[in-house]
């Protein structure tokens, strides 16, 4: 198997491949897509960082764009079981990215947070289901999920599990599952009791073995940094031209930011653009297209924006504001480190951001490291030095900085709009904030 064409898949998944500029399926993916789409179970002994999500994802979205079905409440057709909440929040996001040309509703579970937002999402209807399982048995006892319409049940990393103490819970859930279903199983080791496991959940299944690569999240440097508000720029600036940044996303909280950001940015010489959710389809292609093809050196987007971004060769994210959901951090750095590369993400921490710091190291599970050499912001020496380009507000023009602030129409209500307000803002020269925006931007 040497090429996506020789998989047969349907166009609107072969679409999002080539969207994803993918030229040749990986290992795991040219042994298990062919068997997956037949319908056999695949016993694949893989890690994260092979490129085995798109090798169950593809099949499944492959089988649910061939035959429409009605999105049914609480009654998924597809389960997928992670260990980590960050690891389900990858898979669901893969999803979102090679089902983007198709009708598939999706939901997300996993504990430590409210149930309220899950349930919801449950109750609209959903294809496919990718969920811890500890928050799903939960679900499933208090009536929110059944399992009897499901046609695939996928079970990813099934050795952390164990190592996790999941094994009474996942033999819980293997006894609600249909007789007739497809199973998918991933293990990046095969002690006995996972064998013994999927000799349990998998009929006659093609087994798939390949050499682990280390994982994407894990290549990608996280590193803080704790900064004042007011030198959240200078230091942008001095990341930004100290030369070992190739292309980098920058993360604004609000549109109206990301707007201010990429127009102060283009100013100092460096080239940006902006993109968001109040921006035409027209004026994001363009902005994306300038980014992919290195005429802008920078995209400074918001999350909602950046969810379809997916460019290889990313070298830096740059969270300039924490998000609000801690959900979003791991959206975000997984835009750099793709298909293999090493990646670098850095996040501002004002001292009023110390909340959303703590509730993202509480969904990854770890601390993010300080970065080591924290030094303060040289705002009137930092000359840009990369990609200084005497034609700047062109490439501002190509689609990219908006030289207008953006304007939140009142119907507005999205999870990126201009909401939450920048807390405390500080009054200068005696202006009124809003006076001031009009200045700067
Ligand atoms: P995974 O093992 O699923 O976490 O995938 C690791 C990375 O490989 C992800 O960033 C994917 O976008 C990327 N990837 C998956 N399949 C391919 C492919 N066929 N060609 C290039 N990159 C891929």
């Known amino acids: 198997m040497k090429t996506f064409e020789e998989l047969n898949l349907i166009a609107p998944v072969h679409r999002a491949i080539a969207d994803e500029q993918y030229e040749t399926p990986t290992p795991i993916q040219a042994q298990t897509v062919p068997a997956a789409l037949l319908g056999r179970d695949v016993l694949g002994c893989a890690q994260t960082g092979t490129g085995k999500t798109a090798a169950f994802a593809l099949p499944i979205l492959n089988r649910l764009g061939q035959k429409t079905r009605k999105a049914m409440p609480n009654h998924p057709c597809v389960l997928v079981l992670a260990p980590t909440r960050e690891l389900a929040i990858q898979i669901e996001d893969s999803f979102a990215t090679y089902g983007r040309h198709l009708q598939v509703r999706r939901a997300l579970v996993y504990g430590g947070v409210s149930q309220v937002s899950q349930v919801r999402a449950l109750n609209r209807g959903v294809h496919i289901l990718v969920a811890t399982p500890g928050r799903l048995l939960d679900l499933m006892n208090q009536g929110h999920i059944a399992l009897d319409k499901l046609e695939v049940f996928v079970l990813d990393e099934a050795d952390r599990m164990l190592d996790m103490g999941f094994l009474p819970d996942l033999r819980k859930i293997i006894s609600k599952l249909p007789d007739q279903r497809q ?197 009137s020496a930092a000359q840009p030095r990369i990609r200084q380009n005497a034609d700047t507000p062109r490439a501002a023009d190509k689609g990219a900085a908006s030289q207008t602030p953006a304007t939140r129409s009142p119907n507005d209500t999205s999870a990126e709009a201009d909401k939450p307000k920048p807390r405390r803002r500080r009054r200068r020269k005696g202006l009124h904030p809003r006076q001031r925006d009009k200045q700067t931007s």
């Open 183 to 379: 199973s998918l199983f991933f293990s990046a080791t095969m002690p006995p009791k996972i064998t013994e496991l999927s000799k349990r959940l998998l009929r006659n299944p093609v087994s798939v073995n390949v050499t682990p690569r280390s994982t994407s999240v894990e290549r990608i440097e996280q590193q803080v940094l704790f900064v004042e508000r007011k030198d959240k720029l200078p230091t942008l600036r001095r990341i930004l031209t100290a030369g070992d940044v190739d292309r980098a996303i920058v993360f604004s909280r609000t549109k109206r930011g990301a707007n201010a950001l990429a127009n102060k940015l283009v100013r100092s010489g460096i080239t940006a653009a902006a993109i968001h959710g109040n921006k035409s389809q027209g004026a994001r292609q363009r902005a994306l297209e300038a980014f992919r093809s290195n005429d802008v050196q920078v995209l400074v987007a918001t999350d909602v924006a950046a969810r379809g971004i997916d460019i290889d060769g990313v070298s830096h994210v740059i969270n300039f504001d924490l998000p609000v959901e801690p959900e979003a951090y791991v959206h975000r750095i997984g835009r750099t480190g793709r298909a293999g590369a090493d990646g670098v993400a850095l996040s501002f921490c004002t001292p009023d951001e110390r909340r959303e710091l703590r509730a993202i190291e509480q969904l990854i599970g770890q601390k993010v490291p300080i970065a080591t050499n924290q030094s303060q912001p040289e705002p």
